[in-house]
């Protein structure tokens, strides 16, 4: 089982910048690819981006391509998520998700963090 605790959210202007981080701890954390999620309210929780363990394979739901960016160090088994040109449509809880491949991911994670709230306003 591998645990994530995550960080960094916050408020921001529309146009802005936040960067989300998150710490992953136990026996597989970094064999795992690692992900995250959001969710605004009354909708679902969305994908949003994925890395792999090695961080060589990444993927991004279309709506963050070309503003958020994924991150890992291995060493301290941490995941980042950089995110430029902030929309207000970004707003909503973001959560680190973990599973052992790019597949399992994406569809049905083994881990989750509890989330970090992000806001922009416009």
């Known amino acids: 089982q591998v645990q994530l605790v995550e960080s960094g959210g916050g408020l921001v202007q529309a146009g802005g910048s936040l960067r989300l981080s998150c710490a992953a701890s136990?026996?597989?954390?970094?064999?795992?690819?690692m992900g995250w999620f959001r969710q605004a309210p009354g909708k679902e929780r969305e994908f949003v981006a994925a890395?792999?363990?090695?961080?060589?394979?990444?993927d991004y739901v279309d709506s963050v391509k070309g503003r958020f960016t994924i991150s890992r160090d291995n060493f301290k088994n941490t995941v980042a998520l950089q995110m430029h040109v902030l929309k207000p449509e970004d707003t909503a809880v973001y959560y680190c998700?973990?599973?052992?491949?790019?597949?399992?991911?994406?569809?049905?994670?083994?881990?989750w963090g509890q989330g970090t709230q992000v806001t922009v306003s416009s």
């Open positions: 136990g026996r597989t954390a970094s064999t795992y690819a």
């Open positions: 890395i792999s363990w090695t961080g060589g394979t990444t």
């Open positions: 998700a973990a599973g052992p491949n790019m597949v399992t991911i994406r569809r049905t994670p083994a881990s």
